[in-house]
């Protein structure tokens, strides 16, 4: 089910999520009113241009620039998965100006200053040379333009999923993702500024909502391998795994009916592009 793509070999593999494509909106959860809340604070800030061609970099089912395609920008995402390259297209409306085709950010076919603003999402753990992901979206954007990368913070951290990645750690299986660590902040930052990018401070924390999950919810997600960072796990592993954790829930007072309530937050981080 799950695919790790080698179609260009030389750039090293990157996580195809062509597999979980029909489920993936179903669990992600970044509510529109606060991403279009946030990216209203970003035009205040000179940030974003109030209009604009934007790529949506690894844009995945479109989540993040459909939005901003709804209000007015002309977006292109590419990603390496084709399936979830079709969701994203099927979501247009009459009148948007976006388009969604496959593609390898590593390697975008773009022409050189192209670009008034890129978005990312998640997009630098799931691609092994990172780096060269970033160098090549610095290419495409027009001098000065901003890289902005905006996650959702706690929408996952489930205490199913703390118990599962727990032991993960303990199995001697910590480092479980193909690229940047993804509270690796200052690893990012520090690799941007050598590109001869500039961070620009930016606080969206205050913009945050509530959410929950059943832990079997929660347990039959990870069982059906929907997130990435447990993808490389061996086999045997992660069987083992989800027996335990399937013992741990059962454990519990209300075993798989046990509600997590969650208040996931938006982290954006944005670097200026040399003018």
Request: proline letters at 4%.
């Amino acid at each position: 089910m799950i695919e790790i793509s080698h179609r260009k070999a030389a750039l090293g593999p990157a996580s195809d999520f062509s597999g979980i494509a029909a489920r993936y909106d179903s669990t992600r959860d970044l509510p529109q009113e606060y991403l279009l809340a946030g990216c209203v604070r970003l035009v205040e800030h000179g940030v974003l241009p109030a209009r604009g061609v934007v790529l949506d970099a690894g844009c995945g089912t479109g989540q993040l620039s459909l939005p901003l395609a709804a209000q007015g920008y002309d977006v292109h995402g590419i990603d390496i998965a084709a399936e979830m390259i079709a969701i994203a297209q099927a979501k247009v409306q009459s009148g948007w100006r976006a388009d969604y085709s496959v593609g390898d950010v590593r390697d975008i076919a773009l022409d050189t200053h192209r670009i008034d603003a890129i978005v990312v999402s998640k997009l630098f753990q799931h691609v092994e040379d990172w780096k060269g992901a970033c160098r090549e979206l610095i290419r495409v954007a027009r001098p000065g333009a901003c890289i902005i990368q905006i996650n959702e913070r706690g929408a996952f951290g489930n205490a199913v999923r703390r118990y599962f990645a727990r032991r993960a750690d303990e199995l001697g299986y910590a480092g479980r993702y193909l690229g940047l660590n993804p509270h690796g902040e200052a690893e990012l930052r520090m690799h941007m500024k050598g590109e001869g990018c500039e961070a620009i401070p930016f606080d969206a924390s205050d913009l945050h909502w509530t959410t929950g999950i059943s832990y079997g919810e929660a347990l039959g997600r990870l069982r059906d391998r929907l997130y990435a960072e447990f993808w490389y796990l061996p086999g045997a592993v992660h069987r083992q795994l989800i027996a335990e954790t399937s013992a741990w829930v059962e454990a519990q007072r209300e075993g798989r009916a046990t509600i997590d309530r969650l208040t996931p937050y938006l982290v954006v981080e944005v670097f200026r592009t040399p003018r």
